[in-house]
């Protein structure tokens, strides 16, 4: 298989068993998945690569493992870095707004929010999670986000998650960025695009040079 080139079987089992670790999300990314795998057949057209053997299954593959792990470990760029560069993938479509919870809050954002609008306080307590840190009373949707314009209320003092998003910052030790693959988001499925496209092309390569 195609995928067998760029990573090990086991190694990607693990991956993948640590990104759907709910139904819920399992099935949201099925929806990515199907969705992400049409428009790469239209960029990477397997009656170019027919006579290599490659086939719709090593696409899907490619897809799944885009899904999960991000290009650095193939000294690529990371996720941050890929959705950094390309911020005209967002549509604005406020999904972020709506869905995302808990809006996580740095202690060190709190000053600029407050200084902004100074009556936000009461809007503001403790992360349960993190209690160093803070998050938005409400945030399903997020009482910041103008529905008719979808935009944010707040948009030049919105919290790094904001920014990010479809990025997720996990891990408490060295914390890195993830894709957040349980919501609906054009952007999200941009950049899976993207780093489908980029290690298809690189397994390719290794393919066609074994």
Not at 24 to 43: F, G, P, Q, W
Not at 103 to 111: S, T
Not at 121 to 137: C, S
């Amino acid at each position: 298989m195609l995928r067998d080139l760029l990573i090990d079987r086991e190694l990607f089992q693990k991956l993948k068993e640590k990104a759907l670790n709910d139904e819920d999300a399992k099935s949201k990314i099925r929806t990515r998945e199907k969705a992400v795998l049409k428009k790469l057949r239209k960029k990477r057209s397997l009656k170019k690569f027919k006579k290599a053997g490659i086939k719709k299954d090593d696409l899907k593959e490619i897809v799944e493992l885009s899904n999960v792990v991000s290009l650095d470990i193939f000294g690529g760029p990371s996720d941050y870095e890929l959705a950094e560069g390309h911020p005209q993938w967002c549509v604005h479509c406020g999904t972020c707004c709506k869905e995302s919870s808990p809006i996580f809050i740095h202690k060190d954002e709190i000053n600029p929010i407050l200084l902004f609008n100074s009556k936000l306080e009461d809007e503001i307590v403790q992360n349960k999670d993190y209690l160093e840190h803070y998050m938005f009373k409400e945030d399903l949707p997020c009482k910041f986000h103008n529905s008719e314009a979808n935009r944010c209320k707040i948009y030049d003092v919105r919290p790094q998650v904001c920014s990010t998003y479809p990025l997720v910052l996990i891990g408490d030790d060295k914390p890195y960025y993830i894709i957040d693959l349980r919501h609906k988001c054009d952007y999200s499925t941009r950049m899976v695009l993207e780093k489908a496209m980029i290690l298809f092309d690189e397994a390719v390569r290794r393919h066609e040079n074994k």
